[in-house]
């Protein structure tokens, strides 16, 4: 494995023992932070990022750190910053749940066919005159992704944009090997959420249920549920937790994303505008506070969000 490894789409972290973070750079179109487990007998990816450039940097890094082409894929969910790079592990297993699968048919599906389409000129166009009036730095780093995102996604033929999970568990799948990997679904940031936990070296790949220095996307979500999830998360006894956006963490995230919620909540019962409280103007994605307290005074986030059935269990070890 080269140092650095010669990406300008993530930088590679090995956070255990054959065990790597992917970390989206910001305003790269990757978007989101992915995994590279080395099972022994096989090569397991947490999430597949935004676009195909992207995803076929995170193949090559986990052929360079694994010495083994990718075979296993898990999606966290369906959201496309998360699975849009399916498509370049084509030939591999692709783990998932049955909402997973489906929500990303549809709306994938709904999306392809609108790339190109008048409305999807109009909003491009809307997001780059947005950035040219844009100074600020965060800010700035975010619209540049979802740009970037856009331009590689209007290069993919509509047929090949999505590849789905076709592996659908439910609650619990546990991998065969010694390192005692699992992916187990918790839920609360869309309508069904899985994290990757390995008992080996309590390490815990979060998927978009935890953010670090980042602000979350609670729209679609369930505040009950995801409050519910991250206690579960904190009880499992990960020492290193790769969150879904930002730097690598450890389970204190579960603990700030709590506040976060909390101080949003009291934040939404204020009329008129809400200037951002500190810490949040340092996190990233500085767009979505806005988009949470609409959200929240919305009454959104104890709305209906789909049982995930027996995963409400819990997100035990065994
Ligand atoms: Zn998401």
Redesign the pocket.
């Known amino acids: 494995m080269p140092a650095p490894f010669p990406s300008d789409q993530f930088t590679i972290e090995e956070v255990a023992d054959r065990v790597w973070a992917a970390i989206a750079i910001p305003g790269a179109s990757s978007s989101?932070n992915c995994g590279i487990v080395d099972l022994g007998y096989a090569t397991l990816i947490f999430d597949t990022s935004h676009t195909p450039q992207a995803a076929h940097d995170l193949w090559t890094a986990a052929r360079l750190c694994t010495g083994k082409d990718p075979s296993i894929v898990v999606n966290?969910?369906?959201?496309f910053?998360?699975s849009f790079g399916n498509p370049a592990f084509r030939g591999a297993t692709f783990f998932g749940t049955r909402i997973t699968r489906e929500r990303l048919l549809a709306f994938g599906t709904r999306f392809a066919d609108g790339i190109g389409e008048p409305d999807w000129i109009r909003d491009s166009d809307a997001m780059q005159a947005t950035l040219g009036a844009t100074t600020e730095p965060l800010a700035r780093d975010a619209l540049t992704a979802k740009l970037a995102a856009r331009r590689e996604l209007g290069l993919v033929p509509r047929g090949e944009m999505i590849l789905v999970p076709s592996s659908n568990f439910e609650g619990r799948h546990r991998f065969p090997g010694p390192r005692g990997v699992q992916v187990v679904e918790g839920g609360g940031?869309?309508e069904s959420?899985s994290v990757l936990f390995l008992e080996d070296t309590e390490v815990l790949f979060a998927?978009?249920l935890v953010s670090v220095g980042t602000h979350p996307?609670m729209a679609?979500g369930s505040l009950p549920r995801w409050t519910t999830t991250l206690g579960r998360i904190e009880a499992i006894g990960a020492k290193v937790i790769v969150p879904?956006h930002g730097p690598v963490g450890t389970p204190e995230a579960c603990d700030e994303l709590r506040t976060y919620f909390e101080r949003m909540e009291a934040r939404a019962e204020q009329a008129g505008p809400v200037p951002m409280p500190e810490p949040y103007t340092t996190w990233r994605s500085p767009a979505r506070f806005e988009e949470n307290l609409a959200f929240v005074r919305s009454g959104g986030l104890a709305g209906p969000s789909e049982s995930t059935g027996p995963s409400n269990g819990g997100l035990k070890r065994r």
Request: glycine share 20%; net charge negative.
């Open positions: 989101s966290s969910h369906w959201h910053d998360h940031h869309s959420d998927g978009d996307e679609g879904g």
